[in-house]
C-alpha cells in the first residue's frame, strides 16, 4: 500500500507543478512565443509508466485495500484528482473500479470520482479540488 501511495505522490506532483505552469502561462500571456519550454520526454514517459502501473494495481486492490488507503490518507480528495488527470483517457476502466471499491466505505468519494470520470477529466482544477474536498469533510 505505500508503493500506491508513492504513486499516487508522484500524479499529484505532476498535477501541482502542471497546473503552477498552466497559471504562469496565463499570468504571462503577454509575452506569447517567447520562453516556451521544449516537453521533457524522459519525464512524459515516467508519468505514463507511472499511470499504467496505477492503473495495473487499481484493477488488483480489495475493497479493504482502499479503506486502508483511505485511513493512512494514501487516498486523500486531491489524490484522487491527480488520478483521474493522470489516468483519463486510457485508464478509465482503472478509474472505475476505484468508485466501484469506494462506493460503500466512501460513497462520497466514489461520486466525486464518477463525476470526474464523467466530465471526460480533471475539468477546472479549482472547482473540481473544491468538489473533491467538500464530501470529504462529510465523511465519519
Not at 503552477?20 to 503577454?30: A, G, V, Y
Request: a negative charge; aromatic letters at 4%; one cysteine or more.
Amino acid at each position: 500500500l505505500p508503493l500506491v501511495g508513492s504513486i499516487l505522490r508522484v500524479l499529484l506532483y505532476h498535477s501541482e507543478i502542471e497546473e503552477n505552469e498552466i497559471l504562469q502561462e496565463i499570468h504571462t500571456q503577454s509575452n506569447a512565443g517567447k520562453d516556451v519550454k521544449p516537453k521533457d520526454d524522459q519525464l512524459q514517459a515516467l508519468l505514463e509508466t507511472t499511470a499504467e502501473f496505477l492503473a495495473e494495481i487499481l484493477h488488483t486492490l480489495l475493497k479493504e485495500d482502499v479503506a486502508e488507503l483511505v485511513q493512512r490518507q494514501y487516498l486523500t480528495p486531491k489524490m484522487i484528482q491527480a488520478a483521474v488527470s493522470g489516468l483519463l483517457p486510457q485508464f478509465k476502466p482503472a478509474l472505475e473500479q476505484l468508485a466501484s471499491l469506494l462506493t460503500e466505505a466512501y460513497p462520497q468519494l466514489a461520486e466525486v470520482t464518477r463525476k470526474r470520470l464523467c466530465a471526460g477529466g480533471p475539468g477546472e482544477p479549482e472547482h473540481a479540488l473544491q468538489e473533491l474536498q467538500e464530501p470529504a469533510e462529510k465523511q465519519p
